[in-house]
C-alpha cells in the first residue's frame, strides 16, 4: 500500500485564490516514478512529471551590435505558449492550499528568495526551466496557468535574473554579459559586458533604474553598479568574496553583500563610501542567507543552525528573532511577517512574526535540502557562496541537472526551497524535488495576510 507524499491533488482552477475543493474531491497523489531515486529517499510514491519534449541547444553566443544574439536556438521558441501544468494540492500536515505551478520532466525553481518572482500586480509567476536542455526563463498566467517560454537561450545564469516591479522588464546575467529583457516583445539587449568575468545575481532598486552584481574575476570579485538606460557601469568594491548583492528597499543609495564566511554582512554607499562589515561574527559563528526587511530599517540572516535573527541597518542593534533552525529566510513587503525554510530536520516552511517571533508551519516542502555542509554548524573552510550556481565558459556544452546529481558543498540549489513572500503578501513561492525532479509551488493560506505571527 503506497504510503502519503503530504501533499493531496484537489482540483485544477482558474485562479490560484480559489477556494479548496470539497472534501470529498480529495486524492492522494500516487503516480509511478520518473526516478528510481526519490522512492529510496523519501520511501514513497511520488507524481508523474508530465512529458515534455527536450532539445538540446548547441549553440555560439556572439556580441554584436550591442545585442547578444544567440546561434543555433530556434528563434520561434521565446514565446511560445505551454498547457497549464497547474493543480490544486493540499498540505497533510497543516491543511494549506498548494498549487503545483510545473509538471515537466526537467528541473524548475523560482526567481532567488531575494528577488521576487511576481510583478507587483501578480499577474505572472516567473520561473526557470530546463525543459529546453538549458536553464530558461517562463511565466505562468495568473488566470489559467498557461505557460510562455520567455528566452531560449543556452547561457543563462539560472539564479540571476530580476524583474522590475512593473514587469515590463527583466535583468539577468549571460556569460559576461547582463541583458536585459523587454516583457512585451521578447527582445534581448546587453546593457553591461565584463570581459572574461563570471556574473552573479542580479539586484534591481525599487524604481528599476539601477542594477547591482557581484562581477567574479580569477582571484578577487567586485560589486558593479550598472544603469540599465545608459550602460554605464562602475565597481564600487573589490573583495575576496562579493555575492548576495542587495539594494535597500527605501533607500537606493544603500546596498548590502556578503563577504567570506568569517565577515559575512556588508553594507555600502552606491558612490563606493562607508564599506563596512555590519555584523562582528565571533569564532566559528555561521552567519548565511541575509536579505533586508520591510523597508530596509533592518537586515536578517541566520545563525546557522541556531536562530533567525537580525540587525539594524546601522549595525547598532541586533537581535534574535526566533530560536530555531531558519535556513533562507524572506520577509514580506510590509515587513510584519517571515517565512523560512528549515532543514536537518526539516519541520517545515516556518511562517515567523517579525517582531514578536511567534510562529507555525505553513506547510511541508518535502525538498531534499542537500548541501553536506548543512549537517554542520560551521561552514566549508575556504568555501564562499555555492558558485556552482555561476556558469563557466562553455555553458553550451553543461548536461542540465538531474534528479540523481551528487551533493555538493552548499546544494545543489534546485534542491532547496528558497521561500519567497508575494508582493501582496498572501502567497508564497517555492520550490521542491520530492518527485525527484524540482518544480515551482505556491501556497496560500488565508490568514497569511492578517496573520501577526
Given at each position: 500500500m503506497p504510503r502519503s507524499i503530504g501533499f493531496l491533488s484537489l482540483h485544477s482552477a482558474p485562479t490560484l485564490d480559489t477556494l479548496a475543493a470539497p472534501e470529498d474531491k480529495l486524492a492522494d497523489i500516487?503516480?509511478?516514478?520518473?526516478?528510481?531515486?526519490c522512492r529510496a529517499r523519501h520511501g514513497t510514491e511520488p507524481s508523474i512529471a508530465h512529458p515534455t519534449t527536450r532539445r538540446r541547444f548547441l549553440t555560439a553566443a556572439v556580441l554584436a551590435g550591442g545585442n547578444l544574439l544567440v546561434r543555433g536556438t530556434d528563434p520561434s521558441a521565446a514565446g511560445r505558449r505551454i498547457p497549464s501544468?497547474?493543480?490544486?494540492?493540499?498540505?497533510?500536515?497543516?491543511?494549506?492550499?498548494?498549487?503545483?505551478?510545473?509538471?515537466?520532466?526537467?528541473?524548475?525553481?523560482?526567481?532567488?528568495?531575494?528577488?521576487?518572482?511576481?510583478?507587483?500586480?501578480?499577474?505572472?509567476?516567473?520561473?526557470?526551466s530546463y525543459r529546453t536542455g538549458h536553464p530558461n526563463i517562463f511565466a505562468a498566467a495568473e488566470t489559467d496557468g498557461t505557460i510562455t517560454q520567455l528566452t531560449a537561450r543556452t547561457d543563462t545564469n539560472p539564479f540571476s535574473p530580476a524583474a522590475t516591479r512593473d514587469g515590463r522588464k527583466i535583468y539577468f546575467s549571460a556569460r559576461d554579459c547582463v541583458v536585459e529583457l523587454d516583457r512585451e516583445t521578447l527582445r534581448e539587449r546587453v546593457v553591461a559586458k565584463f570581459d572574461g568575468a563570471r556574473l552573479g545575481n542580479c539586484s534591481l532598486n525599487p524604481a528599476g533604474?539601477?542594477?547591482?552584481?557581484?562581477?567574479?574575476?580569477?582571484?578577487?570579485?567586485?560589486?558593479?553598479?550598472?544603469?540599465?538606460?545608459?550602460?554605464?557601469?562602475?565597481?564600487?568594491?573589490?573583495?575576496a568574496?562579493?555575492?548576495?548583492?542587495?539594494?535597500?528597499?527605501?533607500?537606493?543609495?544603500?546596498?548590502?553583500?556578503?563577504?567570506?564566511?568569517?565577515?559575512?554582512?556588508?553594507?555600502?554607499?552606491?558612490?563606493?563610501?562607508?564599506?563596512?562589515?555590519?555584523?562582528?561574527?565571533?569564532?566559528?559563528?555561521?552567519?548565511v542567507h541575509e536579505s533586508w526587511l520591510g523597508d530596509g530599517s533592518e537586515i536578517i540572516f541566520t545563525h546557522w543552525p541556531h536562530a533567525l535573527r537580525a540587525i539594524s541597518r546601522d549595525g547598532s542593534r541586533a537581535r534574535t528573532i526566533a530560536a530555531f533552525n531558519a535556513w533562507h529566510a524572506c520577509g514580506d513587503r510590509a515587513g510584519d511577517r517571515i517565512v523560512a525554510d528549515t532543514n536537518h530536520p526539516d519541520i517545515g516552511l516556518q511562517l515567523v512574526g517579525a517582531r514578536t517571533g511567534q510562529r507555525r508551519a505553513l506547510c511541508w516542502p518535502r525538498a531534499t535540502n542537500r548541501g553536506t555542509q548543512w549537517a554542520l554548524s560551521v561552514p566549508a573552510q575556504g568555501a564562499g557562496i555555492d558558485t556552482s550556481?555561476?556558469?563557466?565558459?562553455?555553458?553550451e556544452l553543461?548536461?542540465?541537472?538531474?534528479?540523481?546529481?551528487?551533493?555538493?558543498?552548499?546544494?545543489?540549489?534546485?534542491?532547496?526551497?528558497?521561500?519567497?513572500?508575494?508582493?501582496?503578501?498572501?502567497?508564497?513561492?517555492?520550490?521542491?524535488?520530492?518527485?525527484?525532479?524540482?518544480?515551482?509551488?505556491?501556497?496560500?493560506?488565508?490568514p497569511l495576510a492578517s496573520d501577526d505571527g
Open positions: 500516487r503516480r509511478e516514478r520518473t526516478t528510481d531515486s501544468e497547474r493543480q490544486l494540492l493540499r498540505d497533510e500536515k497543516t491543511g494549506a492550499d498548494v498549487w503545483q505551478i510545473t509538471a515537466a520532466t526537467a528541473m524548475h525553481h523560482h526567481f532567488y528568495f531575494t528577488n521576487p518572482s511576481w510583478p507587483d500586480d501578480g499577474r505572472e509567476l516567473y520561473f526557470i533604474s539601477r542594477l547591482a552584481l557581484g562581477v567574479r574575476f580569477k582571484g578577487s570579485c567586485r560589486l558593479a553598479l550598472v544603469e540599465p538606460a545608459s550602460g554605464q557601469a562602475h565597481f564600487l568594491v573589490e573583495k568574496e562579493v555575492g548576495h548583492v542587495q539594494f535597500c528597499p527605501a533607500d537606493d543609495s544603500i546596498l548590502e553583500y556578503s563577504g567570506t564566511p568569517g565577515a559575512r554582512i556588508w553594507t555600502i554607499r552606491s558612490d563606493g563610501t562607508e564599506d563596512r562589515n555590519l555584523y562582528a561574527q565571533r569564532p566559528g559563528e555561521w552567519i550556481i555561476i556558469r563557466g565558459d562553455r555553458p553543461d548536461r542540465p541537472p538531474q534528479p540523481d546529481d551528487p551533493s555538493s558543498i552548499y546544494g545543489p540549489q534546485w534542491s532547496h526551497p528558497h521561500p519567497s513572500f508575494s508582493p501582496d503578501g498572501r502567497r508564497v513561492v517555492f520550490t521542491s524535488d520530492r518527485d525527484g525532479w524540482s518544480q515551482v509551488y505556491v501556497v496560500t493560506d488565508r
